[in-house]
């Protein structure tokens, strides 16, 4: 069973970064796919990045494109999010999701993604 559990989220500045983490467990294959997703109050969850891990190929949706970076850390074990340049309509809850024996190309959709974390708060404020 897939876990994951994201780390690293909180209160911001606009303009500024944050760093989110996915801690994932529980793979049975090389071939998955991990994305992140956010989630804003009375909108619907909106995919944001997705890496293969088998070929490190990456997705990234052209509302985040050139802000956010998505990378593993394989001495952590972990899959990133690292935000820069962060607007008031960032804040958002944020999301990791994983799919075994699936390949992001060119969009990342949620109903693609059966298992999820827990999901943290990123706020940008002033």
């Known amino acids: 069973q897939l876990q994951l559990v994201e780390s690293g989220g909180g209160l911001v500045q606009p303009g500024g970064s944050l760093r989110l983490s996915c801690a994932p467990s529980?793979?049975?294959?090389?071939?998955?796919?991990i994305g992140w997703f956010r989630q804003a109050p009375g909108k619907e969850r909106e995919g944001l990045t997705c890496i293969n891990n088998y070929d490190s190929t990456i997705t990234y949706v052209d509302s985040v494109k050139g802000r956010f970076t998505i990378a593993r850390d394989n001495a952590k074990n972990t899959v990133d999010l690292e935000m820069n340049s962060l607007k008031p309509e960032d804040t958002a809850t944020y999301y990791c999701?994983?799919?075994?024996?699936?390949?992001?190309?060119?969009?990342?959709?949620?109903?693609?993604?059966?298992?999820w974390g827990q999901g943290i708060q990123v706020t940008v404020s002033s």
């Open positions: 999701a994983a799919e075994e024996y699936y390949y992001c190309t060119g969009y990342v959709s949620s109903p693609d993604f059966r298992s």
């Open positions: 529980g793979f049975t294959s090389d071939h998955y796919a």
